[in-house]
């Protein structure tokens, strides 16, 4: 089955980096393009980043552009969210996602926390 695995959260000064992780398994990743989303407290959970199946195109929503960068390594099933210059409204809980045969899959997501 489809199972996706957060990682990389955790606690960051305002103006800090981190990059977050996600390992996919039970489907053919490559085929797949993939997502990044984030949920703060009370808020609905928001698009952050889109990357193709092969990686050649990324699109983020205006709100994220510029801070963000998606990336993802096909040989390891894997998918990046590389975050700089975070500020406290970044803090949410982060989310990976693929959506296949019109079902949309999640993660258990990782915390990041911008706080000084």
């Known amino acids: 089955q489809v199972q996706l695995a957060e990682s990389g959260g955790g606690l960051v000064q305002p103006g800090g980096s981190l990059r977050l992780s996600c390992a996919a398994s039970?489907?053919?990743?490559?085929?797949?393009?993939m997502s990044w989303y984030r949920q703060s407290p009370g808020q609905k959970r928001e698009l952050v980043a889109t990357?193709?199946?092969?990686?050649?195109?990324?699109d983020y929503p205006d709100s994220m552009k510029g801070r963000f960068t998606i990336s993802r390594d096909n040989a390891k099933n894997t998918v990046y969210l590389q975050m700089n210059s975070l500020k406290p409204e970044d803090t949410a809980v982060y989310y990976c996602n693929v959506v296949r045969n019109g079902i949309y899959y999640w993660g258990k997501g990782t915390l990041v926390t911008v706080s000084s």
């Open positions: 990357i193709t199946s092969a990686g050649s195109m990324t």
């Open positions: 039970g489907f053919t990743f490559s085929s797949y393009g």
